[in-house]
Antibody
Framework: QLQLQESGPGLVMPSETLSLTCSVS??????????WGWIRQPPGKGPEWIGT???????YYNPSLKSRLILSGDTSKNQLSLKLTSVTAADTAVYYC?????????????WGQGTMVIVSS | QSVLTQPPSASGTPGQRVTISCSGG????????VNWYQQLPGTAPKLLIY???QRPSGVPDRFSASKSGTSASLAISGLQSEDEADYYC????????????FGTGTKVTVL
């Protein structure tokens, strides 16, 4: 059974880099036709797609975050990672990793529990 | 950033049918399929509908959806108390080299 678990610092200082990992169990991140997504949700607001990384390593980023964002995968640890530079209070959110259904690459059917990130000094 | 517009709220009594709209444009709903998510408080979104009208395994057939032109809709028939949640549509958008966009969200209240 596929399970995703996000982890991160919880609190990040403004202008610093946010680094999150998503540990994947039950499937290999670089096998098959899998892609993996990151979505965030600011408190009291709707979800915002951050980006998607494909099993080939190809990435798609939200245009509003592209200049600050790097998504990658570590096959040895079967983990996904997110790095977001120069964070501000606007980056405060619950961050989720998710996997799309095989039938629709933009429909996320397996989600992690999410990790809350607060950007504050 | 959302370019998919939903009504902020909808409500109904148990057993009623509730419909939620999602209005977009030619670069998103007009060109791509729509997905719908249900989010209960404090939990991750749950995929309800993918490819505009397909239900993942385990989703009750009380939930149905359709798409026409640049709009989509989600219907909940036989409304139940456990359906009280936030609902979001989502679709791919071809602008700015492509990105996935979520709707503004609709809070469904069971009266």
């Amino acid at each position: 059974q596929l399970q995703l678990q996000e982890s991160g610092p919880g609190l990040v200082m403004p202008s610093e880099t946010l680094s999150l990992t998503c540990s994947v169990s039950g499937a290999s991140i670089y096998r098959g036709s899998f892609s993996w997504g990151w979505i965030r949700q600011p408190p009291g607001k709707g979800p915002e797609w951050i980006g998607t990384i494909y099993y080939s390593g190809k990435t798609y980023y939200n245009p509003s975050l592209k200049s600050r964002l790097i998504l990658s995968g570590d096959t040895s640890k079967n983990q996904l990672s997110l790095k977001l530079t120069s964070v501000t209070a606007a980056d405060t959110a619950v961050y989720y990793c998710a996997r799309p259904t095989l039938m629709a690459a933009d429909a996320f059917d397996v989600w992690g529990q999410g990790t809350m990130v607060i950007v504050s000094s | 950033q959302s370019v998919l517009t939903q009504p902020p709220s909808a409500s109904g009594t148990p057993g009623q049918r509730v419909t939620i709209s999602c209005s977009g444009g030619s670069s998103n709903i007009g060109s791509h399929t729509v997905n719908w998510y249900q989010q209960l408080p404090g939990t991750a979104p749950k995929l309800l509908i993918y490819s505009s009208n397909q239900r993942p395994s385990g989703v009750p057939d009380r939930f149905s959806a359709s798409k026409s032109g640049t709009s989509a809709s989600l219907a909940i028939s036989g409304l139940q108390s456990e359906d009280e949640a936030d609902y979001y549509c989502a679709a791919w958008d071809d602008s700015l080299n492509g990105f996935c966009v979520f709707g503004t969200g609709t809070k469904v209240t069971v009266l």
